[in-house]
């Protein structure tokens, strides 16, 4: 069984409309915090603060490459956190917003976004 705490941060980060566009976007693979910014058309400090807050949910993990940080999806640790990950790709295709995004970030990746060739 998951700790209560951790099940508690988690609905909260799924809460916020700007943490759930973030990892709605984390379906498609790793994303450069670079490519977040431009994708969700927010300044750099407020989608690291949410990315902070996705991380200390147990829901994305990072890499660093250089001056770049790499976000993605967390692996599931539990029936729960899997079942909440699976909600993002059956319960959202519709919300406007996150079709926006979706479609940004394929316009991005075209252009190979910010970190390309970095």
Known sequence: MYESEVINRMFRAFSDPLRLRILHLLQAGEICVGDLVEILQVPQ???????????????VEFRREGRWLYYSLAQATSGFHGRLLGCLGSCFDEVPDLVADAKRLAALRKSCGCCAGV
Not at 45 to 59: F, G, K, M, Q
């Open 45 to 59: 400090p407020t989608a690291s603060r949410h990315l902070r807050y996705l991380r200390d949910a147990e829901l």
